[in-house]
């Protein structure tokens, strides 16, 4: 084959002009997605594979794309990556291909600026068919989150479920709510918690129900939409990690199901931040592992509230203060205002101490 063909362009030698033609529009291509579309040139150099914008005068077709774009509200910004994710978009009939998606889209309820922002995270949208794939998706999301206004703001959060099949929607809920009887009520409130639900597969999901199930939560328990909202984010791997880092400090494996229970939150905070805050609280603040288990939110503050609250105790103990006699575990666990009230405000007129230490201007050292 390859003889036959070397000998046919002996026979019929392809002119030089033709690679100097193609060449030519490579060019008048890059330079086209450059100046008008926004690419860098490297950018603009790839994507010159898929789509190919010949000489001023015989760019009418990208220009109308681009002027479709910019009727339904999409920036600069959202046209440069849809064409850099999309570039054989500029190739589409505006009309037939490109308009009858934008309409549908406003039809639920899409408005500018989600319009750009969607189609510029899932341009492949524009190039699938209504019938089969946005109505079964829309239907199937209407099933579940009940009304296109609820659509929408789910697309805000997660924009990109546009590429994903409707089947695999369905069959992440179903699992949820066959499977583990995930109430309906349930099911909206984990959604609205966390949307990308929808899109975790079946054994993601049997994988984190196990986890709460472990840990002495089940479905019905008002904990568990919030459980799983939080745990769905980490891996198992990641969570045994976290699990480590707490019995390296003497908690056993009740004691981080109980803190799992009361504050889920307790494991969202990094591995690192962990370690730092337990060390802080444990070897410093002179709290026992019981009184971290019993407020798990301390965990989640940042160690500079910490050192600043604690501060404040000792300038208050310093100065022999009956409130000093507080609780600290309960005092390290309310939110700032409520901790400034208490121990700042109506104390500073005569311990001026405590607003500095509040500040973070008196380090603490421990007790």
């Known amino acids: 084959m390859l003889a036959v063909a070397r000998r046919r362009l002996l026979l019929f030698p392809v002119p030089l002009r033709f690679f100097s033609v193609a060449s030519t529009t490579a060019e008048q291509t890059v330079s086209y997605l450059v100046s008008t579309c926004g690419l860098s040139p490297a950018e603009a150099a790839r994507a010159a594979a898929s789509v190919r914008v010949a000489s001023p005068g015989s760019t009418g077709n990208a220009d109308a794309v681009l002027a479709l774009f910019r009727r339904y509200g999409f920036t600069e910004a959202d046209i440069t990556n849809t064409v850099r994710m999309f570039p054989i978009v500029l190739a589409s009939d505006p009309d037939k291909t490109l308009q009858p998606k934008l309409?549908?889209?406003?039809s639920v309820g899409v408005t500018t600026p989600l319009f750009g922002r969607l189609v510029s995270i899932s341009p492949i949208i524009?190039?699938?068919r209504i019938e089969a794939h946005l109505v079964p998706l829309f239907d199937s999301l209407r099933e579940i989150l009940g009304s296109d206004s609820n659509i929408v703001t789910v697309l805000r959060k997660i924009p990109f479920i546009l590429r994903y099949p409707h089947k695999d929607i369905l069959l992440s809920v179903a699992t949820l709510r066959d499977v583990h009887g995930i109430s309906p009520s349930e099911?909206?409130?984990?959604i609205a918690l966390k949307p990308g639900v929808v899109l975790q597969c079946p054994d993601r999901i049997n994988e984190i129900v196990q986890v709460i199930e472990n840990v002495g939560v089940e479905p019905g328990n008002p904990m568990f939409v919030y459980m799983f909202a939080i745990l769905s984010r980490m891996k198992a791997p990641t969570l045994e990690n976290k699990f480590a880092v707490f019995r390296s400090?003497?908690?056993d494996k009740?004691?981080?199901?109980?803190?799992?229970?009361?504050?889920?939150g307790s494991m969202a905070v990094s591995e690192e931040k962990i370690k730092k805050t337990v060390a802080f609280l444990i070897g410093k603040a002179g709290l026992s592992r019981e009184e971290i288990v019993r407020y798990p939110n301390t965990l989640a503050l940042s160690l500079d509230s910490h050192c600043r609250r604690c501060a404040v105790f000792a300038v208050l103990r310093r100065e022999g203060k009956p409130v000093a006699k507080h609780r600290l575990p309960s005092?390290?666990?309310v939110s700032k205002a409520q901790f400034e009230e208490m121990y700042v405000l109506r104390h500073h007129?005569?311990?001026p101490d405590v607003s500095r230490a509040f500040r973070g201007e008196i380090p603490f050292e421990g007790f």
């Open 126 to 128: 524009l190039h699938r």
């Open 249 to 251: 400090f003497g908690f």
């Open 349 to 351: 007129q005569d311990v």
């Open 254 to 264: 009740d004691d981080v199901n109980v803190m799992l229970r009361r504050y889920p």
């Open 331 to 333: 005092a390290l666990h």
């Open 103 to 106: 309409d549908f889209l406003a």
């Open 187 to 190: 099911l909206s409130k984990l």
